[in-house]
């Protein structure tokens, strides 16, 4: 027996970790299986982890220390990339007169030590802890799924592919050329792209096919972050498991197919909306995340200005009449229109409504599904869910004349009618609707109000900092001094909590536009979207710009989040003014 291993073993009989009989069974072990004396004796379950790591490191004389009664600060994690530490199995300890001390399993691993030296360009001090307790250090401080590393996943998936295929590159489109769907690796990794998503808070599961790769993108807070990518070849395979998990047909490549996925994930119960379409390079994925949490909202958590919150909840009590929600796709309305109807469903109400496809089951909501290929569309729904005598009516979208002259008939018969539309801002939504045909008088007579949204990333509250802005930006942003004497500028420095973005989390802008009197004489004269929308901001309509800014003012996101969403215009300053009437 040599030196190392007697001394080694000497430290934990002295210890009364082990006993004679267990140090004489760990050895046979560590011989067959061709392990370290520490591994076998962590295998048997005669010593922990963290009781090896420090036998080890008072053998050696090196500092050992125990993570378990630790915290490592947030500055110091960002010493050393995610990727780093996951890719060496270290972690950032401490700083100190510009030293990282970082922890390692093996005393012995130089090589690790000069490769952080060389990629941190610091002086690296070393200390021991456990293997174990590194990787779980990683995955606590970095993000962690269910204790497993997207990392390490997708390698064990690469690793057993290549062992399944020994076929070539040439077809990339066969759903098991290379190995089979069913296979653990490919379920394993199926469920892991959920589950990291879930994770991250996404709300969408892009699955892209290139000519030399596949990549897997994450929508996180309406921004698309691109994550560790499979191999190329093994996109049938996913491609397949996808297609049974949502029952399509798994033998159709050249039509575009939707389905529905249920799946549990930790505690939650989790729908997913599937769409495959056939791209150049092979099928595209998309799975959208619908989460019933999202719709929990109220309509005082959406994010409206105190005077429109007061507008907004005394419109929706009226007893008739179209409240119409624009914005483009992901802007919220779906959030919206189900944060409304949450606020009016009582058993002495009832509501119906037509959807495509139905995203979000509410009880004690009759929510209908339209079906073209049996010629169930927007119209006949209406007209049939008008004979069911319902007090409150949601239309998913009017799409086209029928549909939008269907909803104007409900609403002048004594129905609160809830729609969406696609329009750039509010007072577009009437030009709209004259343009898909319906007469203006018509819709003078009934729209009550159109919201127009958008959504803006908001600071990361664990890392948020108060900062000045340059005059040029204020400048740029036509903010007058009499605001920004109030505001109070803040932005995100970047941490684990919000994956270094500086972001977590959206908050609606809105644009609230009450059809009064005046609006109304001039919707029926046809008069132009321009003239509409300056009569609106003069009776104290807040555009989508200005709202964005008072957000901006009051520290909640950035200029930058605004500017992405929502455009300023000429008669931003008007509503600025109102900005600093609310003020005084």
């Not at 200005?305 to 909840?313: I, L």
């Not at 029928?402 to 004594?414: C, D, F, K, P």
């Not at 950035?558 to 509503?575: G, I, P, S, W």
Request: proline fraction near 4%; aromatic fraction near 6%.
């Amino acid at each position: 027996m040599s030196r190392t291993v007697q001394d080694f073993s000497d430290l934990l009989l002295r210890q009364g970790v082990i006993s004679l009989d267990q140090l004489s069974e760990a050895e046979n072990v560590a011989q067959e299986a061709r392990m370290e004396l520490g591994e076998a004796l962590i295998k048997l379950e005669y010593a922990t982890p963290e009781e090896v790591a420090e036998a080890t490191a008072k053998y050696h004389n090196v500092p050992y220390v125990d993570l378990r009664q630790h915290r490592i600060s947030e500055e110091v994690i960002e010493l050393v990339p995610e990727s780093v530490a996951r890719e060496n199995n270290v972690i950032p300890f401490s700083e100190s007169h510009g030293a990282i001390r970082v922890l390692i399993s093996d005393p012995f691993d130089l090589e690790t030590t000069e490769k952080l030296r060389f990629i941190l360009n610091k002086k690296i001090e070393t200390a021991l802890a456990s293997k174990v307790a590194i990787q779980e250090a990683i995955n606590h401080y970095y993000g962690q799924i269910e204790g497993e590393s997207a990392d390490s996943m997708l390698q064990e998936f690469t690793d057993t592919a290549i062992d399944f295929t020994e076929t070539s590159d040439a077809d990339d489109d066969t759903d098991s050329a290379d190995m089979d769907e069913n296979s653990p690796p490919v379920v394993r990794l199926v469920h892991l792209m959920i589950q990291e998503a879930v994770q991250l808070r996404a709300s969408d599961i892009h699955v892209e096919p290139f000519e030399d790769r596949v990549r897997i993108r994450y929508r996180i807070d309406g921004v698309c972050v691109e994550r560790d990518c499979p191999p190329r070849r093994m996109l049938g395979s996913i491609i397949s498991r996808i297609k049974i998990l949502a029952k399509m047909d798994i033998s159709e490549r050249r039509r575009p197919q939707d389905g529905r996925i249920k799946i549990t994930v930790g505690d939650k119960e989790l729908d997913l909306r599937v769409s495959i379409i056939p791209t150049n390079h092979g099928q595209s994925v998309v799975m959208r995340l619908l989460d019933k949490d999202n719709i929990k909202v109220g309509t005082r958590q959406l994010g409206l200005a105190e005077k429109d919150y007061r507008d907004f909840s005394s419109l929706i009590k009226r007893p008739n009449g179209i409240i119409l929600v624009t914005g483009p796709t992901g802007s919220g309305k779906t959030t919206t229109l189900y944060a409304s109807l949450n606020a009016l469903n009582r058993p002495d109400r009832k509501i119906i409504t037509a959807e495509d496809p139905v995203e979000y089951y509410l009880p004690g909501i009759n929510q209908v599904e339209v079906r073209h290929n049996i010629g169930l569309d927007f119209a006949l729904i209406i007209r049939a869910m008008l004979r069911q005598a319902p007090n409150i009516i949601l239309v998913g979208e009017m799409r086209d004349d029928e549909t939008a002259s269907m909803g104007i008939q409900a609403s002048l018969t004594g129905h609160l009618v809830f729609s969406t539309l696609h329009t750039n801002d509010a007072p577009s939504a009437v030009t709209r609707m004259v343009d898909m045909g319906v007469p203006a008088y018509l819709v003078a007579s009934s729209v009550i109000a159109v919201l127009a949204q958008r959504l803006v990333r908001t600071i990361c509250p664990r890392c948020k900092q108060s900062f000045k802005p340059p005059e040029s930006v204020i400048k740029d942003a036509g903010l007058p001094p009499e605001l920004v004497k109030y505001a109070e500028f803040a932005k995100g420095k970047g941490c684990s909590y919000c994956q270094r973005s500086g972001y977590r989390g959206r908050l609606g802008i809105y644009e609230l536009m009450l059809v009064t009197s005046k609006i109304r004489e001039m919707m029926f004269k046809a008069t132009p979207t321009q003239e509409i929308r300056e009569a609106a901001i003069s009776q104290g309509m807040t555009t989508l710009y200005a709202d964005g800014m008072r957000k901006v003012m009051r520290g909640i996101t950035t200029f930058e989040e605004v500017y992405r969403v929502a455009k300023r215009t000429e008669q931003d300053h008007l509503a600025m003014q109102h900005l600093i009437k609310e003020l005084n």
